[in-house]
């Protein structure tokens, strides 16, 4: 019995040493950390829940709150510093697209609109951290006894997260939809828009509105989570240059050129990206909230 406890052992530290292979190396970076401790089992399974994409998105929209209560509270009439400066310029963006979109109050959209912008930046922004320091991280807390199998840092490249963050706008646009418009203006317009009011056209009116309003919520967390996980997956790739030798591939300064100088071009062209997604995000956002203001 103790002999074969000793090959599981040996054979499990084998396994261990090996190295990994450019698909396992992929998947093993794309792997949340969840409360199952493994994969999903399933497409749709609400019993899994992904721990990583909770903990950065929590924190990221706490450190968005923090540096926005900061900005208000140091604002001065006088020149201001550079930290005041770029949040008023933010400010000035965003109320200007508001004013433009949403005709109505706008006491709290464009704050909003504000917080939806910034903190998409924020989480977008942790994907320019390099893939392997995470995994390496692990690693350094697995000395200390704390097992962190998985760890994917970037929340945004999580279906789970960036569709939360478009069913809760959609929940908003139906709140000022009630709000504006009441509920009997509401279920009027769901009804008679866009064939028109005649009885036998309200069913028709009534689905095309629901598919739309399904379109909507998935198609704007579908449209970030498909850029920011299809550049996560080039960040991999890249990394994998930089690494070729451990596939047994005699091609290392080949490798390490490449990583390097892709790596870096990707990551400055990223930063585009990251500004351009959290902006397109927040522009969805006052449209969609623009429309429940108003009358078909």
């Known amino acids: 019995m103790s002999s074969e406890v000793n090959a599981a052992a040996g054979m499990a530290q084998h396994v261990a040493t090996e190295p990994l292979t450019p698909t396992a190396y992929i998947a093993e970076h794309l792997q949340n950390l969840n409360n199952v401790g493994g994969p999903q089992p399933s497409i749709i399974d609400f019993s899994v829940i992904n721990l990583d994409t909770m903990l950065w998105t929590s924190l990221m929209g706490l450190l968005t709150v923090f540096l926005l ?38 006491s709290y959209i464009t704050p909003l609109a504000l917080l939806v912008f910034c903190w ?31 760890h994917k ?31 009997g203006g509401f279920m009027h317009e769901m009804i008679s828009a866009p064939f028109g009011a005649k009885w036998y056209l309200m069913p028709f009116n ?16 579908m449209r970030l989570f498909g850029n920011m996980y299809a550049g996560e ?14 596939f047994n591939l005699d091609l290392y300064m080949l490798g390490f050129v490449g990583n390097v100088i892709a790596g870096s071009a990707w990551a400055i062209f990223h930063i585009l990206v990251i500004l351009l997604q959290a902006f397109i995000f927040m522009m969805l956002t006052l449209v969609y909230i623009g429309q429940a203001h108003s009358y078909h």
């Open 233 to 246: 997956l080039i960040f991999l790739l890249l990394a994998l240059l930089g690494s070729m030798w451990t």
């Open 153 to 183: 840092i970037v929340p945004t490249t999580d279906l789970n997260a960036t569709l939360g963050l478009s069913f809760s706008v959609l929940l908003l646009v139906f709140f000022y939809s009630f709000k504006v418009k009441g509920v």
């Open 206 to 221: 009534l689905i095309l509105n629901i598919i739309e309003y399904i379109a909507k919520g998935v198609s704007l967390g």
């Open 120 to 150: 998409i930046i924020l989480l977008n922004t942790l994907d320019l951290v390099p893939v392997d320091w995470v995994y390496g991280v692990n690693q350094f807390i697995g000395g200390f006894g704390v097992h962190v199998p998985h």
């Open 69 to 106: 209560v900061i900005a208000a509270r140091r604002a001065t009439p006088g020149v201001p510093g550079r930290f005041q400066c770029l949040v008023e310029m933010l400010v000035e963006m965003v109320e200007t697209q508001s004013k433009g979109i949403v005709q109505g109050d706008r």
